[in-house]
């Protein structure tokens, strides 16, 4: 049975579970935003029909049948052409009918928020007819499509076009998109004279060995955080109570402690291996202290972006499954005919993937987590080394996918720990995780020590981690770090892991797990884990890069090996029997009740190669124990509310669950 938003409201306010002011018609806040659609079309000059096919009849039959929180509608692309009539900006020429207030009159009637759409440093349009508001290459020519955070755009347009549309259309709020992932080095006069004041230097940087080039990358990021502030300020004095966030900022593409006015945080996962983008972003999204959602876009493409395929909904369900389990909001964007029509298919899996949702928002939404595993995230390393101002990083940022990956599959709870948030958070944490970063820095460096001494339990991963630790931990380095190939290997035989390592001397009472130079363990065995104690805690030494290679490979052999090493350190609360690596587990808490949250990922691809098979198999009922302090009340398998039978001996629950498709929640009442 599915459950609208209605319904849900209705329900949860009559509980007493949500504020009542959710339960009225009024347009919710974003911070209580739970599910939404979002809708962009990029007006061009090419088009002839926009908004043509669009009826209040078509959007009420949407709003009804879905019961979204939320519509994000175009009203500006890339191209940089408005798809609404303005006097502040260039429309598109094409416009016969206005998309933005047919969705504004039907959203306010009942009683959804209304966000758009809108690209801002991306603007192809006013790059063309403004070469001087073009951000500059390398090369000297203007860019066709970015603009310059260091001109006078922002100010002379942009600006006015927001402020237009939302006040002629009383929007909600806006969803800025082109923003920090397209951010490029600009090479521009004002950028030139920008760089030289802060310093010294009259020549601008070209590649990372030039003088000056992480000084000129962060001049980029500073121009950036400034420009997304002077428009957040700007629709804010404006409209109060406008919420308006800048599209992937505070995700791990821009990973540093939030600081600017955004009111919530927001990105879209492209369909490429999209669960495992959803898990990093998700897990970074959490940490960051403001409201948060994750799109998933409705359809599948190659990387050219044609022939699109659109997502059955048990595909779309995985990836909010994985979203919802970190406490965010969620949403799905489809593309309207570029006349604005909106087929009934889109609306009858939207309907489908809505119902899923709404039957566990209400242990989902806003939950916190029960810290588990901790994986350390720096986004020092990506900044230093990345060689961009802002991500997608791609490879650069298979450390932390790795090793994410690596302990879900092994059944712990993971959370990702911002550098920015190590010094308050780790001590939370009875597992840590460092992978193969090449330049966590000094501070991060302290924090990490300092945790082990205090009683923690890390597992390093890498060379350059390694020969940091090495003065702190009393390590002794045996040769330097090199390219090579190693080997490991579990019962089932070996597995190369390519990289760079460093060779540590070890004591047998130290040495943890061995790797050889060639697939003959008779031979040329060396130190693949070094255990070393430190204080009131322990650490576990890999010297390489372990974590990024399980982000390429999601090997078994490299999973079986690292396991056992993990479990040393600390072993996961549940644990189900048998071997599933499919089933990601998430610990989280909501209403002083512990929530066990079991995600099954098959059928997902792991890389961009593959697509979806669009079948999730069912598990069959799994036997399962979960450690805890003492006996519960009752366990309660969600959505249903069903109690399950099992038994508290030696200090676990023993129970069996269920068979599990997508998703279901575990909620130990205390």
């Not at 908004?51 to 500006?76: H, N, V, W």
Request: hydrophobic share 40%; aromatic share 10%; net charge negative.
């Amino acid at each position: 049975m599915q459950v609208s938003r209605r319904e849900f409201l209705a329900a949860a306010a009559a509980a007493t579970l949500v504020p009542p002011a959710l339960a009225a018609p009024a347009r919710p806040a974003r911070k209580d935003c739970f599910f939404g659609f979002h809708f962009d079309l990029h007006p061009t000059a090419e088009d002839t029909a926009l908004g043509r096919d669009l009826t209040e009849q078509m959007i009420a039959r949407l709003l009804d049948r879905c019961g979204p929180d939320f519509i994000q509608y175009d009203s500006k692309g890339h191209p940089g052409y408005l798809g609404f009539p303005s006097k502040t900006g260039n429309s598109a020429p094409g416009i016969v009918q206005d998309s933005l207030a047919l969705w504004r009159r039907v959203t306010a009637a009942r009683g959804v928020a209304l966000y758009n759409h809108f690209s801002g440093v991306l603007d192809g349009l006013a790059a063309a007819r403004h070469p001087d508001w073009a951000r500059v290459g390398p090369d000297g020519r203007p860019d066709p499509q970015q603009t310059s955070l260091f001109g006078p755009y922002e100010q002379q347009l942009m600006i006015p076009e927001l402020l237009e549309a939302a006040v002629n259309y009383d929007l909600d709020g806006s969803w800025v998109d082109g923003d920090a992932w397209a951010v490029q080095p600009d090479y521009s006069e004002p950028a030139r004279q920008a760089f030289q004041r802060k310093t010294g230097l009259a020549a601008l940087p070209r590649k990372p060995e030039d003088p000056g080039w992480l000084d000129f990358l962060e001049l980029q990021r500073e121009a950036f955080r400034q420009y997304v502030a002077r428009y957040a300020d700007a629709l804010h004095r404006a409209r109060p109570g406008y919420q308006i966030t800048s599209n992937w900022m505070y995700s791990t593409f821009a990973p540093e402690r939030p600081t600017l006015p955004l009111d919530y945080l927001s990105g879209d996962i492209a369909d490429k291996a999209a669960l495992r983008q959803a898990r990093i972003q998700a897990r970074y999204l959490s940490r960051c202290g403001k409201p948060w959602d994750l799109m998933s876009w409705g359809f599948e493409s190659d990387e050219h972006f044609q022939r699109q395929s659109a997502k059955p909904a048990v595909e779309l369900e995985q990836e909010a499954a994985i979203v919802l389990a970190q406490g965010g909001g969620y949403q799905i964007y489809y593309v309207p005919t570029r006349a604005g029509w909106i087929d009934d298919r889109i609306v009858a899996t939207g309907a489908e993937v809505a119902g899923f949702c709404r039957k566990r928002q209400l242990w989902s939404h806003g939950s916190e987590t029960l810290p588990e595993a901790g994986v350390f995230y720096s986004g020092r390393t990506l900044y230093r080394t990345a060689n961009r101002p802002f991500g997608g990083w791609g490879a650069a940022e298979d450390p932390a996918a790795g090793a994410v990956d690596l302990l879900l599959a092994c059944g712990y709870s993971v959370d990702l720990i911002p550098d920015w948030q190590a010094a308050e958070s780790l001590a939370r944490y009875p597992l840590v995780v460092l992978p193969d970063w090449s330049d966590i820095g000094p501070e991060a460096l302290s924090a990490l020590v300092k945790y082990a001494a205090e009683g923690g339990r890390l597992f390093t991963f890498g060379a350059d981690n390694a020969a940091l630790f090495a003065p702190a931990l009393g390590l002794q380095i045996k040769s330097p770090a090199a390219q090579q190939t190693l080997f490991v290997a579990d019962d089932s035989g070996f597995a190369e892991a390519p990289g760079n390592w460093i060779e540590l001397e070890a004591a047998p009472a130290q040495l943890a797990a061995q790797a050889w130079r060639s697939p003959d363990a008779r031979l040329d065995a060396l130190p693949l884990a070094v255990r070393q104690p430190r204080g009131k805690g322990e650490v576990l030494v890999c010297p390489g890069p372990l974590a990024s290679l399980h982000a390429g490979a999601n090997s078994p052999v490299l999973r079986s090996v690292l396991r056992p090493l993990l479990e040393s350190l600390r072993a996961p609360m549940v644990r189900l029997d048998g071997a599933h690596p499919e089933l990601e587990i998430v610990l989280r808490v909501k209403n002083g009740q512990t929530l066990i949250h079991l995600v099954n990922t098959a059928g997902a691809p792991v890389t961009g190669q593959f697509r979806h098979s669009g079948i999730v198999p069912a598990t069959g009922p799994i036997p399962l124990r979960i450690r805890l302090a003492a006996k519960p009340s009752a366990v309660i398998l969600d959505p249903g509310a069903t109690v399950l039978s099992g038994a508290y001996k030696d200090g676990h629950w023993h129970g069996i669950l269920p068979d599990l498709h997508v998703h279901a929640i575990l909620r130990i009442v205390p």
